[in-house]
């Protein structure tokens, strides 16, 4: 079955080298995805976090320039582990937003930037494989959003009666 063009698989393969090497960077243990319950009854998704909870991550594939909806995910990201700082029982996490590619770290600029320095959450860099990078890339390209005509776009439509 061919891989549809939205398909993110590659990039979420990708977090966990990603994790994997800022682990070692930083010589703890990560433990990849989960949930945590925080006050006021709302959990929270992280891609990593340490099991002594002094770490908390979120990882992002990206290679290259942010666009706009990415810059939003990571306000996002920055957002919900400013959050979870301000939990009594998380108030010490080192809150960590890590990439594989300088370009997309270095997108993070303006209000998001000055938004991840107040509060303190960490924009870390590491260094994967070439080919993994490659990998990305290739699917990064294959996503680019292609606008196609109506009678070209409901040719795979069908109508169930």
């Not at 079955?1 to 080298?17: G, K, L, T, Y």
């Not at 594939?61 to 666009?67: E, F, I, S, V």
């Not at 960590?96 to 270095?106: D, K, L, P, W, Y």
Request: hydrophobic share 45%; with cysteine.
């Amino acid at each position: 079955m061919p891989i549809h063009q939205s398909d993110s698989a590659v990039q979420r393969d990708a977090e966990s080298a990603i994790i994997d090497a800022l682990a070692a960077k930083l010589g703890v243990v990560l433990v990849c995805g989960g949930t945590l319950s925080l006050s006021g009854g709302v959990r929270i998704q992280l891609d990593a976090w340490s099991a002594d909870g002094k770490f908390a991550v979120e990882a992002y594939a990206r290679q290259g320039t942010l666009k706009g909806g990415q810059l939003k995910k990571i306000a996002q990201d920055v957002l919900k582990l400013a959050l979870l700082r301000h939990e009594p029982d998380h108030a010490e996490v080192r809150p960590i937003i890590v990439f594989a590619s300088e370009e997309a770290r270095s997108s993070i600029t303006g209000w998001v930037k000055r938004a991840a320095d107040v509060f303190g959450v960490e924009l870390h860099l590491v260094d994967i494989a070439p080919e993994l990078r490659a990998k990305i890339v290739a699917t990064q390209d294959l996503q680019k959003m292609v606008n196609v005509s109506l009678p070209d776009a409901a040719d795979d439509l069908t109508i169930e009666e």
